[in-house]
């Protein structure tokens, strides 16, 4: 009697068991996707739902975090494999960590990594082009993981210690903690402005009250000089990158053979054509105010 109810209770366990592993097998399976925007951004989210000429993304599998991109701005989507990024408690929040912020604090167990490393992680952590955030260090400190400004500012991301607290950096002058909580920062800002570069950059130097008190880029000679720098050369480097993907393709699809007798002197007789482009630099208002950094 005792073997046959042990039996019994062995069958029961094991059919729980299975019908667990059923129902685990059964549940949908959700990976979270990154929406790639016509400027080159990208927004990680869990799931959309389009609406007409609006789409929405949820950025948290409850639903209680979303933002709103024009359809038309978004050029295509495709399955993000990194890790995770929690969202912000409030999508439209210059700077909405959580309760606890996750701290980015200056202990050392070992050598320090080389910053490209430490941008590279820190851009792919919160989906930006590694280029624009070496372009906005290049403008805030020079690459001077030291600099301090006369506002207060420091490190390389030039972190007022008020938004450093805010975003868990412990210390500013740790060149790891500053552009990943830097990097951070900038992303919560293209949010913030539907990812307009140029209002996050002004937003980033002069900070988002001015932006709001504007609408727009504020009439500062700092600021709009700040945004006109990072974007040029931003827009340099982009350009450079084409250049040499164009040039690479078309080594690639030149013939192997070697060139006829006349084909090279032609070449010898030609003269390279040199091309220039000319950059205007943007007239800025005479109006100056200090940057609150």
């Known amino acids: 009697m005792d073997r046959a109810r ?13 019908a667990v592993a059923i129902a685990l097998l059964a549940r949908p399976a959700t990976a979270a996707e990154l929406a790639i925007l016509r400027n080159g951004f990208t ?3 869990e799931h959309r739902l389009e609406m007409g ?5 949820y950025l948290a599998a409850d639903d209680s975090n979303f933002t709103d991109v024009p359809t038309a701005e978004i050029t295509g989507y495709e399955k993000d494999l990194s890790l995770p990024v ?19 604090g200056s202990a050392k167990f070992g050598p320090a990594p080389p910053l490209n490393e430490v941008v590279n992680t820190a851009s792919a952590t919160y989906h930006l082009d590694p280029d624009l955030v070496n372009s906005v260090i290049h403008a805030e400190s020079g690459f001077n993981a030291r600099a301090v400004s006369p506002k207060g500012a420091r490190g390389l991301m030039q972190l007022m210690p008020g938004t450093a607290s805010q975003l868990g950096v412990n210390d500013s002058f740790d060149p790891q903690a ?12 293209l949010e913030r ?38 974007v040029h050369e931003y827009n340099t480097k982009k350009t450079a990158q084409e250049k040499a993907a164009k040039q690479k393709a078309a ?15 032609a070449r010898r007789a030609a003269k390279p054509a040199g091309t220039t482009v000319a950059a205007e630099s943007p007239r800025l208002p005479s109006q100056r105010e200090p940057s609150p950094r």
């Open 53 to 57: 000429t609006t789409t929405r993304l």
């Open 178 to 189: 500053n552009v990943t909580g830097g990097s951070r920062y900038l992303r919560e800002l």
């Open 86 to 104: 929690p969202p912000p408690a409030n999508s439209h929040a210059a700077i909405a960590g959580p309760s606890e912020p996750a701290k980015f």
């Open 6 to 18: 042990r039996i019994a209770a062995k069958a029961a366990a094991f059919f729980f068991d299975f």
């Open 193 to 230: 402005y539907d990812f307009d570069l140029v209002k996050a950059l002004a937003a980033y130097n002069a900070g988002p009250e001015r932006v709001e008190q504007y609408r727009g880029v504020p009439p500062f000679r700092e600021t709009r000089a700040y945004v006109a720098r990072i």
């Open 43 to 45: 927004i990680r989210h």
């Open 251 to 265: 080594s690639t699809r030149a013939p192997n053979k070697a060139p006829s007798k006349a084909t090279s002197h």
